[in-house]
């Protein structure tokens, strides 16, 4: 297995513990060109989880298509899982890929350039390389067979899960966490990456037509790292006149993100295009009331206990915000619907599915 721990890699880390602690007599490697974080490998108490810093290629940038197979080639494995849509190029093992989403083949306008032009080139190899496919939901799965002409029986939908470390905490435990970063007490959440697929302009819309019209001054808590194409949503910022009510605290560790998914009024998440959705059902772990995109990955993930809008509609975002505001009940609602629904969730599910994916391709089931 291969990755670094931000983003996709905290799917390849909770992959790997789960795996390792739901079948002890397996052995399971992590691989990455780049050094583990220390606590990542201190904490790991698992004789059968290993992490490798393997060398890397000395041609700068070329781990994929260098230093990646000569690694395959010189290690002994029965599977290796790229699971971030890489596999050792001109290696023919027996493989299973993730893909987690196509977002930088259906929506190229909303990424970087560079980004969008390795994934045209790596990704199609990978999918045709590989000997099982693994992808968060139904959607993504229909997807690639779609626009990547896969054959539905090479593909299996495993959905993922919440972070342990994603569960409610007492008003003593947020509130100084809250105090800490500027937080208010009736606050809106949105967290990810500051770039255009998660639609903050939407939302930014929303809560300007909500000062603007109501009685209401909501602050605007945005938790994530800084992204890219992000001109038009700061022009919105200087001209609508809601700067005020706008907090950025930047990337939160667990820790600040647990704190403020217990205690916001609502998590909005207006995202254009999710292959699954971690941070809503994460949020919903917590016992936040959800506000999400009605699209289909989200649809299939969080189901009826979200309230679901049009991403590209502010109103009728700002009318969902408001009604939060003005009917407690339907905010306990919420947050009871969310409990019950993100426990359907867990990592020890999704490694079990995956382990007999990975059976399967090796022939230990037919």
Known sequence: MASSFLGVGH?????????????????????????????VVE?????????????SSSIRGHWWSVGLPLYARRASFDLFHGTNFELPLWQHRRSVLTVHDLSTLLYPELH?????????????????????????????????CQHLKVKPEKVI??????????????????????????????????VGTLEPRKNLLTLLKAL??????????????????????MSETESIVKSSG?????????????????????????????????????PPLEAMACGAP???????ALQEVLGDAAILIDPLDNDSLARAIVDLFERDQRCQEMRSAGLEHAARFSWDQTARLTHEVYERVVGKKK
């Not at 970087?112 to 139904?138: C, F, G, N, W, Y």
């Not at 409610?168 to 947020?174: K, L, N, Q, R, Y």
């Not at 300007?208 to 194409?229: F, H, K, M, N, Y």
């Open 43 to 55: 904490e790991n108490e698992l004789s059968n989880l290993t992490f490798v810093k393997a060398r």
């Open 11 to 39: 799917y390849t880390l909770e992959l790997a513990r789960a795996l390792a602690l739901n079948f002890p007599k397996d052995q399971f490697e992590l691989v990455s060109p780049k050094p583990f974080a220390g606590s």
């Open 242 to 278: 809601i700067s005020e009510r706008l907090l950025f605290t930047g990337y939160l560790q667990d820790e600040g993100l647990r704190a403020l998914y217990s205690s916001c009024k609502a998590f909005i998440y207006p995202s254009i295009y999710e292959g699954f959705g971690l």
């Open 157 to 190: 939908a495993i959905h993922e899960a919440p972070r342990t470390v994603f569960r409610s905490v007492p008003d003593t435990e947020s509130g100084a966490i809250r105090n800490r970063l500027g937080v208010e007490d009736d606050f809106l959440l949105f």
């Open 112 to 144: 970087r350039q560079p980004l969008v032009r390795r994934a045209r080139v790596r990704l199609p190899l990978a999918v045709k390389m590989a000997t099982a496919i693994v992808t968060p939901t139904e959607t993504v799965k229909r997807e690639l």
């Open 290 to 296: 959800v506000i999400a995109s009605r699209i289909a």
């Open 208 to 229: 300007a037509q909500i000062v603007r019209d109501t009685s209401l001054r909501p602050q605007l808590v945005i938790a994530g790292g800084e992204g890219w194409l």
